[in-house]
RNA sequence: GGGCGCGUAGCAUAGUCCGGAUAAUGCACUGGCCUCCUAAGCCGGGGACCGCGGGUUCAAAUCCUGCCGCGCCCGCCA
């Protein structure tokens, strides 16, 4: 549609010149989609013009079409201009945008959804604390930012999916200390005591395990503050990059990180570079950071020597408008070294994207302040608020939590079974494989449906949907799709030699259907690159919603096995809108299976 | 107390950034379509004071403003 609204623009401001409109600069920006498809493709409302001229709207628009009539002609992109009430609307001609826009996704499907130059973009998500089991509160990060890289690699980008490990902060202190200090006998009696003894379903993973002893040292915590001082010493000496202390965090965390990622790769996230925390204390950076900080006309110092920003002028409101980077003890906080990661971070790319909680809002502001008194840009961010429990938040240390490993389970075991119903042909082994990529791609996409900012309540049904609207829905228009060309291929046919001669057809006298789903394929890079920019992933997947469903009233009455061999223009069609189909999935880490 | 986010049919959401035409989709409710490429599909019906009140505008779910409700945040924690 971008095309058409450039093809029209010229003679559109030729034909308001005409009737004394001069000013026709943001004629773009006027330009709009038609809400109703059976009007026109593009609209531009007429009411301002005509206001500005003391003209009826609805008069005003009908001269403008009869003015544009000749220009309908010349377009062969153009099909038909006419006024409806105040508004003019164009219809783009279905034949040549599908002469135009079938062959070159079939040519190139991989290119689909490049719309602009490429850029190298470091992504950082997840980045959860490695004290436990990877959790459906975190897992909206993850989910998110990795759609966030899968869709700028389908937008051309160059992507490098980031996570960030606190490797020395207080979690991992307290994971430390309870795998040093409590047995098993022990941890065992003090959760029984606190009530959050659930037994758990992956009594195999390290990062199940471990999470046992995390809990019970929250608890003793609580009232032994010798706990509370061992740890504290701990947590001091890994500021101070001491290598004996980082190195038993390490030994602490690192199998519960890999059993978390473990999880994530079932789910279909991986990661292309971990850097830890301490790494900026190592290297001397923070120290640069602290130096130049202190030097910001922002910068004052607090009774015990402890350095801090006054944001009160920088937009920070509230009961303490001070940003604190510096302890009285001379030592640095976590945000100050996260300062000092994004100037690192800044070496590696040319766009930054951070995915981060509704609760990280106020700290991203004040780093973003900082980064910009040491000379630094700050980084895109996505906030998304949080998957409440009927509880309320989930918390590792409570024990108020949904384990992803328990609901991937879940997941796939309730999929599997309504498979089972609907395929009582398959075997054990195809319904496993079909089970656990419908149970997976609908718990990512349910999350991915929705605006990032809005809160989700988790509910189980809700989390496993398998209703239309949804991934399988997706799903199951791929597989309709690759029905259709296994059928062909069983048939003898030679689909490859069928399909090259895809430049040449003509697509006039398109069916509604068929017309109707060249629309959306039109659209399919333009629809990715504004989700993209306006960082809203759920805006991509009503497109591609809408997608599948042009599809499936294209399938239904647009055959491509005839009683004479194969339709080659429905082909085409079918063809194209699977590899856009696929495409789409695969940036929501919907798997795209050949058969379900 | 202050700052930020959210509030759309019974439920879950889209649309809000950038104001336009009968407020879109799914579930649930309801009527139809498989001798024809997968019916996890398609076609139709009923269901909405767009939280409430003001304002701006030819035009407001959308912008401004005041309330109300829910959430998040306001540590020399991470």
Redesign the pocket.
């Known amino acids: 549609m971008r095309k058409l609204q450039q093809a029209i623009e010229p003679h559109l401001a030729a034909a308001l010149s005409e009737v004394g409109i001069d000013d026709t600069s943001n004629l773009a920006?006027?330009l709009?989609?038609?809400?109703?498809e059976?009007?026109?493709d593009v609209?531009l409302?007429c009411?301002?013009f005509a206001?500005h001229l003391g003209r009826a709207?609805a008069e005003f628009a009908a001269e403008l079409a009869d003015a544009l009539q000749a220009t309908v002609a010349s377009e062969s992109l153009l099909a038909e201009v006419h006024a409806?009430?105040?508004?003019l609307?164009f219809r783009a001609d279905v034949s040549t945008l599908a002469q135009e826009v079938i062959p070159q996704t079939l040519a190139d499907p991989a290119a689909a959804g490049h719309a602009r130059d490429p850029s190298a973009l470091l992504i950082e998500h997840t980045s959860a604390?490695p004290n436990g089991p990877f959790h459906v509160g975190r897992s909206r990060n993850a989910i998110l930012g990795d759609c966030f890289v899968r869709l700028h690699r389908l937008a051309g980008d160059e992507v490098r999916a980031e996570y960030y490990v606190?490797d020395?902060?207080?979690?991992?202190g307290i994971l430390a200390w309870a795998l040093e200090n409590l047995d098993d006998d022990r941890v065992n009696e003090v959760l029984a005591a606190a009530g959050i003894d659930e037994e758990s379903n992956h009594p195999d993973k390290v990062d199940h395990q471990r999470v046992r002893n995390y809990q019970a040292a929250n608890v003793l915590r609580d009232d032994d503050p010798g706990i509370e001082e061992a740890v504290s010493e701990m947590?001091r000496l890994s500021?101070e990059a001491d290598p004996d202390t980082l190195d038993a965090f390490g030994k602490a965390y690192q199998p519960v990180l890999d059993g978390m990622l473990d999880t994530l790769d079932r789910l279909g996230i991986q990661y292309d570079s971990f850097t830890k925390?301490s790494r900026f204390i190592i290297d001397g950076s923070v120290d640069v950071v602290l130096a130049e900080l202190r030097q910001s006309e922002l910068a004052a110092q607090?009774?015990?020597?402890?350095w801090?920003l006054e944001l009160a002028e920088r937009?920070?409101?509230?009961?303490?408008?001070?940003f604190?980077f510096?302890?009285?003890?001379g030592?640095?906080?976590?945000?100050t070294r996260d300062i000092a990661y994004h100037r690192w971070k800044w070496t590696q790319a040319d766009r930054l994207l951070n995915i981060l909680?509704?609760?990280?809002?106020?700290?991203s502001h004040q780093v973003a302040v900082a980064l910009g008194e040491v000379g630094e840009s700050s980084p895109e961010v996505v906030?998304y608020?949080?998957t409440?429990l009927p509880d309320?938040?989930m918390s590792t240390r409570r024990g108020n939590v949904v384990f992803m490993d328990d609901l991937l389970d879940e997941a796939t075991a309730r999929?599997t079974e309504?498979?089972s119903t609907?395929?009582t042909d398959l075997d054990d082994e195809s319904l496993t494989t079909?089970g656990e990529a419908?149970g997976i791609s609908s718990v990512r996409f349910n999350i991915l449906?929705?605006?990032p900012?809005?809160?989700?309540?988790f509910?189980w049904e809700?989390a496993l949907?398998?209703?239309?609207?949804?991934a399988?829905?997706l799903?199951?228009?791929h597989?309709?799709a690759?029905?259709?060309v296994?059928?062909?291929l069983d048939d003898g046919h030679d689909v490859e030699a069928a399909l090259a001669s895809v430049g040449d057809l003509d697509w006039s006298g398109l069916s509604e259907?068929a017309a109707g789903l060249v629309r959306r394929i039109s659209r399919f890079a333009e629809e990715l690159n504004?989700s993209i920019?306006?960082r809203?992933p759920?805006?991509f997947s009503?497109y591609l919603?809408a997608l599948?469903?042009d599809y499936?009233?294209?399938?239904?009455?647009?055959?491509?096995?005839t009683p004479d061999g194969i339709d080659v223009n429905?082909l085409a069609l079918?063809e194209a809108a699977r590899h856009l189909i696929s495409a789409g999935c695969y940036g929501f880490g919907v798997i795209p299976?050949?058969?379900?």
Request: net charge positive.
């Open positions: 920006s006027l709009q989609r038609v809400k109703e059976s009007q026109g609209a409302p009411f301002t206001k709207p409806v009430g105040g508004f609307n604390n606190d020395m902060g207080k979690q991992v947590v500021e925390e607090a009774e015990n020597g402890a801090y937009g920070v409101a509230g009961k303490n408008t001070r604190y510096q302890r009285g003890d030592s640095s906080l976590y945000a909680g509704e609760d990280h809002r106020l700290q906030f608020a949080f409440k309320g938040k999929a309504v498979v609907i395929r079909i419908v449906r929705v605006s900012e809005k809160g989700i309540n509910r809700d949907s398998l209703e239309a609207d949804s399988p829905f799903m199951y228009s597989a309709r690759c029905s259709i296994r059928r062909l259907s504004s920019e306006n809203r759920n805006q009503s919603l599948a469903t499936n009233r294209f399938y239904r009455d647009n055959p491509v096995r429905n079918s299976l050949e058969s379900m």
